[in-house]
């Protein structure tokens, strides 16, 4: 005897199926869960069940987990909403005056650098310029976001430049270092490597660590997936780790030419290249502290549950914008233009370097003796 579905024919399945949409009612439940910047809420779909002639149906529940973000809290006239509610930027209420005295000084030390390249006519440090620059817009996108604190655009422009502008002063102290060793080395190496390619190289590394902060720093944006942010984060953590093992290199570097101009003895200016070396020693560890506290402050992620240095804005200032202020300074006060001067402080830069290099090959080439066959169609 035939079972009551084998008996069911087309018609019969047409019926079934239009019973069961009639018959579907969803009670559905939302439970918001807050995941710092990422909400979800699970629907619950409830599927009554049915008897029939041909077929039995049991009730059934279907979770659905979707993203959803509904605020509730009006933000007040800068855009304000407490820390990890839907459309909140920052994880505590951003200081406008403290962005507006960093935009300020950062500024005036900007100003500073452009004339004391000018005065002391050293192209080269453009880079330096830039340095403040990118400090100073970052700033400022920081105390425009502080009266706008739900756009987004703003504070990722902000984010962007903060992450990767120290690594300007960075290039700036492996090139001030490099023009050292050629103006005061007779040699001009240190280990045995000329001044022009031991700064070339400690700028491409310096280009490769830039290029992956940026990669992170733009990719976590604070519209992206938590997922997606994290993984921003960990690019971005490996681009600073790695600017730091470069600078640890190129202390070695800096030791090395100390130890030679200790061994030299009486230099062409006696001691004046002592305060600018020490300058780049300072500069390097403003900048490391900057990194460490960089570190640390994404070692839990995008939140700050775990991590103060997310929730307070006095850590921001104290271990990150005052050491790049002090960084920036530093080379104001001890201005290479002021401790090299003459025809012999101009060295190569880096495009002329790496230039160089290729046209020493080819140079390598014409200069190979010439095949007897050659020599034989020649005479």
């Known amino acids: 005897m035939a079972t009551p579905t084998s ?151 902000f984010q962007i430049f903060i992450l990767v502008s120290p690594l300007w002063v960075n290039a700036f102290g492996y090139m001030v270092l490099g023009r050292m060793i050629y103006f005061f080395i007779p040699s001009h190496k240190v280990f045995g490597i000329p001044a022009p390619t031991l700064a070339a190289t400690f700028v491409a590394f310096d280009l490769v660590a830039f290029l992956i902060q940026l990669t992170g720093g733009s990719m976590g944006g604070p519209t992206a997936a938590a997922d997606e942010q994290l993984r921003a984060i960990h690019i971005y953590m490996g681009g600073i780790g790695l600017q730091q093992f470069f600078i640890v290199m190129f202390v070695g570097f800096a030791f090395g030419f100390q130890a030679k101009m200790h061994k030299q003895g009486v230099s062409k200016q006696g001691s004046r290249w002592r305060p600018l070396l020490f300058g780049i020693y300072a500069s390097l560890t403003c900048i490391t502290i900057r990194i460490i506290f960089r570190l640390v402050e994404f070692s839990s992620g995008s939140t700050g549950v775990s991590n103060p240095l997310l929730t307070n804005e006095t850590y921001f200032f104290v271990l990150e914008a005052t050491p790049m202020l002090f960084a920036i300074s530093i080379f104001n006060i001890v201005h290479p233009g002021s401790v090299m001067a003459g025809p012999e402080s101009e060295m190569p830069g880096f495009w002329t370097t790496c230039t160089g290099l290729f046209r020493k090959k080819e140079f390598r080439k014409l200069d190979e003796p010439e095949p007897e066959e050659m020599r034989i169609l020649r005479a």
């Open 7 to 157: 008996t069911l024919g087309s018609e019969g399945l047409t019926d079934t199926f239009q019973m069961v949409l009639r018959q579907v009612t969803a009670s559905v439940t939302n439970s918001p869960t807050a995941t710092a910047v990422d909400f979800l809420t699970t629907q619950y779909i409830t599927i009554n069940g049915f008897t029939n002639d041909h077929v039995t149906v049991a009730p059934k529940t279907i979770d659905i987990v979707l993203p959803t973000c509904t605020q509730t809290i009006k933000p007040d006239q800068n855009g304000y909403l407490p820390p990890g509610t839907c459309g909140a930027l920052w994880d505590y209420y951003p200081s406008f005056s403290a962005a507006l005295v960093f935009t300020l000084l950062f500024g005036l030390l900007t100003l500073a650098h452009l004339y004391q390249a000018i005065a002391y006519k050293k192209r080269f440090c453009w880079v330096i310029v830039m340095a403040g620059v990118w400090e100073s817009m970052a700033y400022l996108f920081r105390t425009v976001s502080t009266r706008y604190q739900q756009n987004t655009g703003v504070y990722l422009v």
